[in-house]
């Protein structure tokens, strides 16, 4: 258990040398992946055979919950992700078999399709609220999941997905393929992170999910209705779709709706479709988005931890509904979004009704400076 000082502060334990290795070791294989992404997306366009058309950052934390007081924030269930993706205006292979399109260039008329293919690496991280379980005795802290928790796990993995772009249509073909377990780095980066700012080292990783390899394929249809100005600028749109996936990382099927409004809304997948509406123009609005999925396996929750040499498992629910909400805001070839997002109950002992997080969203749209 970890005890707190007779100042009520909790004590900070040391990591130890190999933990604390691995946790800047996978410090530091996240700051160059991060590093990396943002060079190639400042390289200029004139010097590649294909130009680079976007590059995407994005952080989701439930400490960035930002719209709550910093007392009543959420510690745990999904806690932290992070996703570094490109974008190119190719499709090698699998492009030969939509004959009626080639990669975009941001040229494209309003009938016209294209191609792009993107790439990313994401990391995302599962704990059990941390401060929700209490010992006997007082001001203590259960250091170890109880039955009804659901399991410490990490999720690494990458991701290939194939576009098929229109004005008022985006059909995407989705692989990912990862790891679970130490070698997805999420412990380290947590203890890491926590150490760097001098936080209590988060107990219980040893129960996490162990090592194992998983993939998934994925379908996903996106349409969009747009409410142009008397300008032609988009003041709102309306964006359903819904996904399929299947495999034995994740198998579900979610249909959505988002509403955007705002001053000059910006397409939000096709770069020719952002060229002609003024790649130069300022632009900022508000977003809003309901999700009801149907879940037949996830393996963050399905996998069972051991403890003490015993198995625990939690009974996952089969409809999930989310809403999220937020503000973004363009200016050139940058977009930064600012989103929210509440998750209903995962699994039936889920102490935390409604899970929220956080997300920021960074996007550098290399293709509008053509």
Known sequence: MIRRTSTGRIRSPQLSSQTARRAMIALRAAA?????????????AAGLAQAVPGTLVQGENDALDYWLPQKERPDGEYTNGIRVSLTRSVAPLWGRL???ALGC???ETGRQRCLTTEFAIAQQMYTPEPLSHRAPEP??????PVPGDRPFAGWLHGDVTANIISERRLTSFGVVAGITGRESGAEAVQKGFHHIINQVDPPGWRYQLGFHPAASLSYTDHLRFAFPDRSGHDIADLLPTWSAQAGNARTDAYGEVVARAGYHVSHPWSPAARARAGARDFGIWLYGGIRETLVAYDQTLDRSYTKNDSSFSVSRKPSVFSYTFGIAARRHSLTLTLGGTHVSREYETEEVPNHSYGTITVTVDRGLER
């Open 98 to 100: 939509v004959r009626s």
């Open 32 to 44: 160059l992946a991060l590093s990396m992404a943002l060079s190639i997306a400042w390289i200029p």
């Open 105 to 107: 260039t941001g040229r």
């Open 139 to 144: 001001d203590s802290v259960i250091s170890a």
